[in-house]
T-cell receptor, first 113, second 115 residues
Framework: AQSVSQHNHHVILSEAASLELGCNYS??????LFWYVQYPGQHLQLLLK??????LVKGIKGFEAEFIKSKFSFNLRKPSVQWSDTAEYFC???????????FGAGTQVVVTP | GAGVSQSPSNKVTEKGKDVELRCDPI?????LYWYRQSLGQGLEFLIY????????KSGLPSDRFSAERTGGSVSTLTIQRTQQEDSAVYLC?????????????FGDGTRLSIL
């Protein structure tokens, strides 16, 4: 079945550490890729998106993601995390021309002071 | 401006009862989506409305689930004869149009608990 896979369910790291969250998808053809974040007690927010062009996309709060077509991957990175980055992160794909998102299972990130 | 509004924020009901969940999209947004977030299943697409087109119901898990969107604005998700596995957070999102380059804005969700 077509899917979106996130490699880690839980990540715990210290402030100032670097973060990389893996995301792979199995849809063929043109895909539209997203990372969403859900901070504790808040609604889902768009972190960044990729539709076409430069495969390295920059989002809010210092996050970036790289689309590697040959690997069907869209990994999220941040060079130096802060305590306020504690949240759940969801990779998502829109695999066709319509807007329904297919989400990964999410990665819970905890940043310790 | 106002975001996507969902009500109620929490709903506790007994197994077998019907429930209605409401979503008020951002004004002017023609596309509206329902998703479900549950333990073990993650975030699942349920149904998608775009303007006056027939809705995409491909994500609805059973015929106990239905949704309507009146006047192209407010949407109601109805679950009949609720089961314990229906317990989840039901999220609504809207976007300016159904095109992929229009970001989806999510509400805070309705947390549904079936006793």
């Amino acid at each position: 079945a077509q899917s979106v896979s996130q490699h880690n369910h839980h990540v715990i790291l210290s402030e100032a550490a670097s973060l990389e969250l893996g995301c792979n998808y199995s849809y063929g053809g043109t895909v539209n890729l997203f990372w969403y974040v859900q901070y504790p007690g808040q609604h889902l927010q768009l972190l960044l998106k990729y539709f076409s062009g430069d495969p390295l996309v920059k989002g809010i709060k210092g996050f970036e993601a790289e689309f590697i077509k040959s690997k069907f991957s869209f990994n999220l990175r941040k060079p130096s995390v802060q305590w306020s980055d504690t949240a759940e992160y969801f990779c998502a794909v829109i695999p066709d021309s319509w807007g329904k998102l297919q989400f990964g299972a999410g990665t819970q990130v905890v940043v310790t002071p | 401006g106002a975001g996507v509004s969902q009500s109620p924020s929490n709903k506790v009901t007994e197994k077998g009862k019907d429930v209605e969940l409401r979503c008020d999209p951002i004004s002017g947004h023609t596309a509206l989506y329902w998703y479900r977030q549950s333990l073990g299943q993650g975030l699942e697409f349920l149904i998608y409305f775009q303007g006056n087109s027939a809705p995409d119901k491909s994500g609805l898990p059973s015929d106990r689930f239905s949704a309507e969107r009146t006047g192209g604005s407010v949407s109601t998700l109805t679950i009949q004869r609720t089961q314990q596995e229906d317990s989840a957070v039901y999220l609504c999102a809207s976007s300016l149009a159904g095109a992929v380059n229009q970001p989806q804005h999510f509400g805070d969700g309705t947390r549904l608990s079936i006793l």
